[in-house]
């Protein structure tokens, strides 16, 4: 059974580096076209190469000659990597007969361990643990690094508890401020409730709500993160009324409208559909320098708690990078950057580009798995009010 989902995991992969290949071809295939590649591999099996081959380019393909083109790009990319797919069809009941491995086995382990989360038992060496001990590794292992088989109930889990995360900190960021109860106006607040003070009035002004400006780096170097991340803005989307968000590879997108959308699934086709320059280059400083010029005397002001997700890793002009955070700092209230790399072992931003804006944040942390990003609840929080 290990190895089979050895095998599983290593044909996901090569999955993965398939679509890379038909993007560098020229094909428009991004992170959300790559999984619902992956997707058509778990419904028709990767042994019949036929059928594979059918099911990715209906995945794959957006125009007439991307259709064409699709079965030679195949060939050369399979034929060359030699990934083991048979162009005989899998024999019927070929359990243990040395039949090439199912993508899907692993998926559906992890629902089924999923449904005994409350049982407290314990899988063998090498299979997927259940109960806690499953939702505590899920939380804290890379997602540059989740194997195929536990990426939808990794998911499944980074949705909820996002959400349970972002329900909380928009109910403290949106109370009144802190000071004396106003015994007037609570009691005169009572006689809708029966004359029960269920809610303390106090004295002083309604804080104001902070303004989210989110970017999202959906770049090359940053293809492993940016689900998560998107995840991520996602819910806090949904519980913020003053939330905008950008993607931006050499130059922002707005993704707004996509992420207020009322179903997570509708949010990706969106964001799927836009020219984002998905797995492209990092221009940061140029991306900033036109988010200043066209957004910034709508959108920063000393109400606006700033995020940028990053790996930070420039292709441009350092010290542009630099004068365009200076900016943006005095604008803003703070300024938080979210680097996926921040999290490894002995790692210091010495890249040129997070090196020039370091002097101009005022939070920076690792978001290379959930644990990360849930920490950011209270970085997210003391940004906001302080």
């Not at 002004?205 to 293809?223: A, C, F, N, T, Y």
């Not at 997108?253 to 959308?261: F, K, R």
């Not at 959108?299 to 365009?324: A, M, N, V, Y």
Request: with cysteine.
């Amino acid at each position: 059974m290990l190895a089979k989902t050895e095998e599983a995991n290593r044909l996901a992969r090569d999955i993965v580096r398939f679509c890379r290949f038909v993007r560098a071809s020229g094909f428009n295939a991004g992170a959300a076209e790559t999984m619902d590649a992956l997707g058509s591999a778990v419904a028709v099996g990767v042994v019949d190469r036929s059928v594979l081959k059918s099911a990715l380019r209906a995945v794959l393909c957006s125009s007439r000659d991307e259709w064409d083109r699709f079965g030679w790009i195949f060939e050369q990319f399979w034929s060359r990597d030699c990934r083991g797919l048979s162009d005989e069809p899998e024999p019927e009941n070929a359990a243990g007969s040395g039949a090439g491995p199912d993508v899907s086995q692993g998926v559906e382990r992890a629902n089924l361990n999923s449904a005994e989360a409350g049982e407290g038992s314990a899988a063998d060496a090498g299979k997927s643990v259940t109960g806690a001990s499953a939702v505590e590794r899920m939380r804290s292992v890379d997602f540059s690094s989740v194997p195929f088989t536990d990426m939808h109930e990794l998911e499944r889990l980074a949705e909820r508890l996002l959400d349970q995360m972002s329900i909380r900190l928009a109910r403290r960021m949106s109370a009144e401020e802190r000071g004396r109860v106003d015994l007037r106006r609570t009691i005169r607040a009572s006689i809708g409730t029966g004359g029960d003070p269920v809610r303390l009035m106090r004295r002083g002004r309604r804080k104001q709500e902070p303004r989210l400006v989110i970017l999202i780096d959906v770049s090359g170097s940053m293809d492993l993160y940016s689900l998560f991340l998107l995840r991520f803005a996602y819910a806090l989307h949904r519980h913020f009324r003053y939330a905008r968000s950008f993607i931006f590879s050499t130059g922002p997108i707005e993704v707004t409208e996509a992420l207020n959308s009322r179903r997570l699934d509708r949010a990706f086709r969106l964001l799927a559909s836009m020219p984002a320059g998905w797995s492209g280059g990092t221009r940061i400083g140029e991306t900033l320098a036109e988010l200043n010029r066209k957004n910034g005397a709508r959108l920063l002001s000393r109400d606006t708690l700033f995020i940028i997700f990053s790996d930070g890793l420039e292709t441009g002009d350092p010290k542009k990078l630099g004068e365009e955070m200076k900016a943006i700092k005095r604008r803003v209230r703070k300024v938080v950057w979210l680097n996926p790399l921040a999290g490894m072992d002995n790692y210091q931003p010495l890249a040129r580009g997070m090196n020039a804006a370091l002097p101009y944040i005022d939070c920076f942390a690792a978001a290379g798995n959930l644990d990360n990003l849930l920490r950011m609840e209270r970085v997210l929080e003391s940004g906001a009010l302080r």
